[in-house]
């Protein structure tokens, strides 16, 4: 039937997997602590100490406001750095520092 679509027909393109924040700090306490202050973002600590948050089709609204509240996060709790992993690309986050 011309103009018809089927539903049914997929690419490889609609298919994907939900794109992964991943915050690595030195310590557990500190994993936790930020996994508290991102829990509007439904941050979860994994086995491994890592802080996960699973953006779906990410938008950079989502993403900045992630990081605005690690940053904040770091910043009022002394937590001195952490690891930030995005689409495979690795940055360290600062906290404030003394002095």
């Known amino acids: 039937m011309p103009g018809r679509v089927d539903a049914s027909f997929k690419t490889e393109h609609d ?54 509240a690690l940053k904040a996060c770091l910043d009022a709790n002394a937590i001195v750095a952490a690891k930030v992993s995005i689409d495979d690309q690795h940055y360290v986050m600062e906290g404030a520092r003394d002095g």
């Open 15 to 68: 298919l994907f997997v939900e794109d992964v924040l991943r915050i690595e700090a030195a310590q557990r306490a500190d994993a936790e602590c930020i996994a508290d202050a991102l829990a509007e973002y439904n941050a979860s600590v994994e086995p491994n100490g890592a802080v996960v948050i699973v953006t779906g089709m990410s938008s950079g609204t989502l993403v900045t406001a992630v990081l605005d």
